[in-house]
T-cell receptor, first 114, second 113 residues
């Protein structure tokens, strides 16, 4: 069964600094990996995904993520954080076979200070 | 706007009651997913439907049931409600499984008193 770990409950970063939100995963086969963001009282918004190909994927709002197969990681990054990036971030994984469920991590709260 | 519509936005009910949550997927999406989000359990997958058929099941209680209708909208039925069922219930849709991202509605906040 697939699983996702987000080891940090919260990440604090100053505006203008680079940010990283960590994610590691476990699947039996090949992974489909996703990052979502959730703002208060809203649903999850899709940021980016890795299916195959380049290990560095670019997504919405200047975010990118690096897929590392040997470390089974898919960390979310942004070169320069904005206060408006403050939100709850979820990593998710699904196996690439059949109708597999999409499993989410526990979420990491990102707090960007002015 | 994700294109996924969930009703109602808020629901307050008493223990032992039954409620129905409704979801209309994005136009063209055949798959519908239900998730429960609570403070202590995170985002828990409940069930997935594809074109009217159940495709995957997660940690869904026997008191809960769901279905997807021919017009592709879906309903999640919660019965014999307990205080612990209070949570945010999300519906999501996608064209199919695999590498397609899920698009989430804004959720139904259920409060059981």
């Amino acid at each position: 069964a697939q699983s996702v770990a987000q080891p940090e409950d919260q990440v604090n970063v100053a505006e203008g600094n680079p940010l990283t939100v960590k994610c590691t995963y476990s699947v039996s086969g090949n992974p489909y990996l996703f990052w979502y963001v959730q703002y208060p009282n809203r649903g999850l918004q899709f940021l980016l995904k890795y299916i195959t190909g380049d290990n560095l994927v670019k997504g919405s709002y200047g975010f990118e993520a690096e897929f590392n197969k040997s470390q089974t990681s898919f960390h979310l990054k942004k070169p320069s954080a904005l206060v408006s990036d403050s939100a709850l971030y979820f990593c998710a994984v699904r196996e690439d076979t059949g109708f597999q469920k999409l499993v989410f991590g526990t979420g990491t709260r990102l707090l960007v200070s002015p | 706007d994700s294109g996924v519509t969930q009703t109602p936005k808020h629901l307050i009910t008493a223990t032992g009651q039954r409620v129905t949550l409704r979801c209309s997927p994005r136009s063209g999406d055949l798959s519908v997913y239900w998730y429960q989000q609570s403070l202590d359990q995170g985002l828990q997958f409940l069930i997935q439907y594809y074109n009217g058929e159940e495709r995957a099941k997660g940690n869904i209680l026997e008191r809960f049931s769901a279905q997807q209708f021919p017009d592709l909208h879906s309903e999640l039925n919660l019965s014999s409600l307990e205080l612990g069922d209070s949570a945010l219930y999300f519906c999501a849709s996608s064209p199919q499984g695999g590498g397609s991202p899920l698009h989430f509605g804004n959720g139904t906040r259920l409060t059981v008193t």
